[in-house]
């Protein structure tokens, strides 16, 4: 419970309508978008609630809110726009859910230097939309980018569906605005490039929620393309479009959009343009006319010579139509089936031992119906891979178990192979138990430290990310 000095306290520096304790906030803002809470509500469960929403609508009062429940000794859960998919919003009563997707400007566009400065809450397609309005572009499309906010995307290192090219999050972030836990100002990042000790935006960049709240991001921009193209290939084994995808970004050539679908995937989203018993590996080209129509001829080399052979080029725009369609999670629930999606990553030469290694471990558990995956994010170190698996229970009180050890079956046999256990969608409360897996012991040991030093009192997003201890 919130008592009511603090409720006074807060009404007294934020606008009119700033501080809500009517039901319908609280329990609008109870949790993110992780299945899991989804399927607790389905089920009729209980979920906490926070004590209150309070909605700021600039910096300062972010800071006020903050120096509040510092004093108070409150803790404090931001919320961006709820996208999260890994349970990084789960307040209760005792905690004052910070609620940004009040403070949504876009504070100032400058066409010279190619930057713009959002407020945290900014909706992201809302930023992008800003921007290309003056024929620029961020580049950071996430399939959730109508629901997601700015400050979110820096809290959870997203990354975008163009990202081969253009980039993840921390490539296009400029500076970050923060405020810190004691409620001072601090902004990180304010020239192209700094040699100035260690970059203190990766402090914040992922920490969700945890060191601070992100108040204000400033993301570098680029032109709006000359040109866009798109060209598919068949793929005879996951090996060959691997090997095709690890040629093409290695000799340099960068197509924003690369994504290899399995078998599977490939029959189930590309039916008019997928070949029997081949995956798909699909591209998107854009930037300089001339440099996209050598990309062109290159790649097409580069695949004929993996083996691959030339698909519609149908497939690519088929994808950009519908590639932000997905079901909710209530039809899933409701046709007995508990889905998610799990993201990890793995060099070149680790990639096909994952891919494998999670298949066959997940397949063996009775109540899965399929496992499949696509890659979508490709570096000249390796790539990710963007597994789905759905799993059929009568009985939804089945249903979280065989959902946990799904999980963790596929990040034990990621890291066993030398993967990465958490590509894009971050860690919140399903994966922070997992963390080891990248960290190792002494790396936990030092983002504890890292944490009690920022944050002494713990009250940002207590719970979230940090494995207890
Ligand atoms: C359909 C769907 C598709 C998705 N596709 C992608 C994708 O393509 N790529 C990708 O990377 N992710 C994707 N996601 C996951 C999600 O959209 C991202 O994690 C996104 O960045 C979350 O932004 P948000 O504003 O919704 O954050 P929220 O869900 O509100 O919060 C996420 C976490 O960040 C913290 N947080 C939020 N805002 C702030 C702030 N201002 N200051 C401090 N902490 C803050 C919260 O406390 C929480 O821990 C997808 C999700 C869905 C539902």
Redesign the pocket.
């Known amino acids: 419970m919130i008592s009511d000095t603090i409720l006074r306290k807060l009404e007294a520096e934020l606008d009119a309508g700033g501080v809500d304790t009517s039901d319908a906030a609280l329990d609008e803002r109870r949790h ?2 992780w299945v899991l809470k989804h399927l607790r509500n389905w089920r009729g469960e209980k979920i906490e609630r926070p004590g209150v929403v309070v909605r700021p609508k600039n910096t300062a009062q972010v800071q006020a809110i903050v120096r509040v429940a510092a004093e108070g000794g409150i803790p404090l ?9 890994c349970g ?2 789960e307040p209760d009563e005792s905690c004052i859910l910070v609620d ?1 997707s009040t403070m949504n400007r876009v504070r100032e566009i400058d066409e010279t230097n190619l930057v713009a400065s959002f407020d ?2 900014c909706n992201g397609l809302e930023a992008e939309e800003a921007v290309a309005e003056r024929g620029l572009t961020i580049g950071h499309w ?3 980018i109508a ?3 700015v ?3 820096v ?2 290192r ?4 163009f990202s081969t090219g253009y980039g993840n999050i921390e490539d296009m972030v400029y500076a970050i605005e923060v405020v810190l836990p004691n409620g001072e100002l601090v902004t990180l990042g304010k020239a192209p490039r700094a040699a100035a000790g260690p970059d203190l935006r990766h402090l914040v960049m992922g920490a ?2 945890t060191m ?3 108040s204000g991001v400033t993301l570098s921009l680029r032109r709006q393309a000359e040109k866009r193209a798109f060209t598919a290939f068949h793929t005879p084994t996951l090996a060959a479009g691997f090997e095709a995808q690890r040629q093409i970004v290695q000799n340099e050539w960068l197509p924003p959009v690369m994504r290899q679908y399995d078998v599977r995937e490939s029959q189930r989203n590309f039916q008019p343009f997928h070949a029997d018993d081949q995956g798909l590996l699909l591209m998107m080209h854009e930037g300089p006319a001339s440099r996209v129509d050598a990309e062109l001829e290159a790649v097409e080399g580069l695949a004929s010579k993996a083996g691959l052979a030339r698909g519609s080029d149908e497939a690519g725009p088929h994808w950009m139509e519908r590639r932000n369609h ?1 079901p909710t999670w209530t039809d899933l629930l409701e046709q007995n089936l508990i889905v998610d999606t799990i993201e990890v990553s793995a060099p070149w030469t680790r990639i096909e031992g994952v891919y494998d290694d999670v298949c066959e471990s997940v397949l063996a558990l009775d109540p899965i119906r399929l496992v499949s995956a696509h890659s979508s994010h490709v570096y000249r170190t390796g790539l990710n891979l963007y597994f789905t698996f759905v799993a059929l229970h009568e009985d939804s009180a089945e249903m979280e178990g065989t959902y946990r050890e799904v999980w963790r079956r596929t990040l034990e046999a990621t890291a066993k192979n030398g993967g990465g256990i958490a590509h ?3 860690v ?1 409360r399903l994966r922070k138990n997992e963390l080891h897996h990248d960290l190792g012991e002494n790396g936990l040991a030092l983002l504890r430290t890292l944490k009690g030093a920022i944050d002494p009192q713990g009250l940002m ?1 207590p719970g ?1 990310l940090i494995p207890d201890a």
């Open positions: 993110d978008y859960v931001p919320f961006g726009l709820g996208s999260g998919v990084g919003i940004l945290a809450g996430p399939q959730s629901v997601s906010s400050g979110g995307w809290s959870t997203a990354a975008g569906q969700e929620g601070g709240i992100v997905v894009h969608h971050g919140g997003n979230n």
